[in-house]
T-cell receptor, first 114, second 112 residues
Framework: DAMVIQNPRYQVTQFGKPVTLSCSQT?????MYWYQQKSSQAPKLLFH???????NEADTPDNFQSRRPNTSFCFLDIRSPGLGDAAMYLC?????????????FGPGTRLTVL | QKEVEQDPGPLSVPEGAIVSLNCTYS??????FMWYRQYSRKGPELLMY????GNKEDGRFTAQVDKSSKYISLFIRDSQPSDSATYLC????????????FGPGTRLSVLP
């Protein structure tokens, strides 16, 4: 089945220690998104790629970076995680076609910062 | 005023009840409307997708959009304990932009 895959599902890191979260998709979608979701809150968009074009949200901290080496993969790098960065990180994809606007999510990576 | 408002609940109903979940929004440019179900510690799962105003039915789920009132609803018939989850509404404008705006979600518990 076509899907969005995130690894790892659970990540524990230490305060200030860089961490990379991974997302891959078999849907061949043009757009890939990274969201941060804290308990009982809406997913908060960090950034998205339309193909290779990177789009950063204005309030996304510089501590968060992203890479998309090819259509299938996208990475979220957190350079110096703080306690406030503990959250669920969700990767999502969409076709990016104005006629097809469904967005599909991966299972998420739950990040714990010690 | 937030762009998308949604009652966070929790909402508790007995098994078999009809559930009504709602979102209101302020941006009249939104044209695409989605409902997601999110189980605890899992990613959101797309349930329903609707373009512009009208109704859409899929099994026990019905999505309604009333653009004149800026109000969308999700109805769940014959609710089951397995429907217990958080339901998120999301919406998007029809322009080139790729940004989806989410409500905070309503937590639903269906009691056996």
């Amino acid at each position: 089945d076509a899907m969005v895959i995130q690894n790892p599902r659970y990540q524990v890191t230490q305060f200030g220690k860089p961490v990379t979260l991974s997302c891959s998709q078999t849907l061949n979608h043009n757009v890939m998104y990274w969201y941060q979701q804290k308990s009982s809150q809406a997913p908060k968009l960090l950034f998205h790629y339309y193909d290779k074009d990177f789009n950063n949200e204005a309030d996304t901290p510089d501590n968060f970076q992203s890479r998309r080496p090819n259509t299938s993969f996208c990475f979220l790098d957190i350079r110096s995680p703080g306690l406030g960065d503990a959250a669920m990180y969700l990767c999502a994809t969409s076709r990016g076609d104005s006629r097809y606007n469904e967005q599909f999510f991966g299972p998420g990576t739950r990040l714990t910062v010690l | 005023q937030k762009e998308v408002e949604q009652d966070p609940g929790p909402l508790s109903v007995p098994e078999g009840a009809i559930v009504s979940l709602n979102c209101t929004y302020s941006n009249s440019a939104f044209q695409y409307f989605m409902w997601y179900r999110q189980y605890s510690r899992k990613g959101p799962e797309l349930l329903m997708y609707t373009y512009s105003s009208g109704n859409k039915e899929d099994g026990r789920f019905t999505a309604q959009v009333d653009k004149s009132s800026k109000y969308i609803s999700l109805f769940i018939r014959d609710s089951q304990p397995s429907d217990s989850a958080t339901y998120l509404c999301a919406m998007k404008s029809g322009n080139y932009g790729q940004n989806f705006v989410f409500g905070p979600g309503t937590r639903l518990s269906v009691l056996p």
